[in-house]
């Protein structure tokens, strides 16, 4: 499945450009595709599963970042359901900058 089309990719690579990927979690047609990754794996975290292990995922990842392939940001088969601590290990990078805006913003 992949619900990607010559519209939102242009979208999306404006959305890349500008620094402003957040938009895309907002479209429509990802959070109707997010809720298809998570029920085809049962809301399991994909990543605990691989070790044996029985937690519920919140989080929908791209295993090819959408910067990366925003070709791909649509495609089933790249996506995955992951807890959510298991997401902020995957994405050291975001923890980062959450934490450089608390100290810039907001002291
Ligand atoms: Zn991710």
Known sequence: ???MTPTLLKK???Y???DAVDKFYRLKVW???RLI???RDDYKCQYDKRLGLDTKADTVHHIIPVRDNPRL???LSNLESISKSNHNRE???KLEKEKKFMNEERW
Do not use: F, K, Y
Request: hydrophobic content about 50%.
């Open 31 to 33: 959070r109707d595709l």
């Open 16 to 18: 890349i450009l500008n």
């Open 91 to 93: 994405h050291p990078e």
């Open 12 to 14: 999306l690579h404006q």
């Open 37 to 39: 990754a998570l029920r």
């Open 1 to 3: 499945m992949d619900l």
């Open 73 to 75: 940001a649509l495609r």
